[in-house]
């Protein structure tokens, strides 16, 4: 009873933060289940909240769909990042994810020294930007901050910022999920039990993270967005 509990408080804490930036629920999830469980156990439990997470993603910001923009940086995002996956065999031995690291800092100094910046949002740069975002999502791994970096380049309002992570995410973790299943993982009656219990706990974070964002200006929308990717990127300069 008690790890179900401490279960269910670690989902709220990080599907409301997911919620909140779009990303960080995985990064806040996985190295703590990772020290209690075996990795691809941890990757499917943490998959599933992350897939319901991207459903409320999509339910409570909707207002924010895009269509160009999901098609467009969405689509070409998904293709590129397996790609990006299949060249990370071509890196091994590099530090990827402390590289990684340094460019999201830069990226979010740069963004704090100009807080008007923005790519001007067409068909171009969005496939541009979905080409770039999945290929380094697929070769450093950390797809979330990835796509926020990218994303946060449009200066998005904050609604269509959320669905589109929402719905990229969406696809992107049936894929993985199902891999895991035909890869024979399963989580055991105790973990599913606790999964029946987790998953309205995520949407309950979901829903706190909306409120929050309803009193946050949509002018510090993207700064708030920036702080997160910088303590990323610390944990990944770092850890």
């Not at 024979?184 to 606790?194: H, I, K, P, S, T």
Request: glycine share 12%; aromatic share 14%; hydrophobic share 60%.
């Amino acid at each position: 009873m008690t790890e179900v509990v401490l279960l269910a408080v670690l989902t709220l804490a990080a599907s409301a933060v997911g919620t909140a930036t779009g990303f960080g629920t995985s990064t806040i999830m996985v190295p703590v289940l990772a020290v209690f469980l075996p990795m691809p156990v941890t990757l499917l439990f943490v998959g599933i909240i992350h897939l319901f997470g991207a459903v409320w993603m999509m339910l409570l910001f909707r207002k924010g769909i895009q269509w160009k923009l999901i098609l467009g940086f969405g689509l070409s995002g998904i293709i590129a990042s397996y790609i990006g996956a299949a060249l990370t065999f071509q890196a091994q031995g590099l530090p990827l994810q402390r590289i990684l690291g340094v460019f999201l800092v830069l990226y979010v100094a740069f963004l704090f020294a100009n807080p008007r910046w923005a790519l001007p949002e067409n068909n171009g740069t969005a496939v541009a930007g979905g080409i770039l975002s999945g290929l380094s999502a697929g070769f450093f791994g950390v797809g979330g901050a990835v796509r926020g970096a990218f994303l946060t380049a449009f200066n998005l309002p904050r609604d269509a910022y959320l669905f589109t992570s929402g719905i990229i995410a969406f696809f992107i973790d049936i894929t993985r999920i199902s891999r895991y299943f035909l890869g024979g993982v399963n989580l055991g009656r105790d973990l599913a039990a606790a999964l029946i219990v987790c998953i309205p706990v995520s949407f309950i974070g979901a829903r706190l993270a909306r409120k929050f964002l309803d009193r946050l200006p949509q002018s510090r929308f993207r700064m708030f967005v920036g702080v997160f990717l910088f303590l990323v990127a610390l944990r990944l300069i770092l850890f």
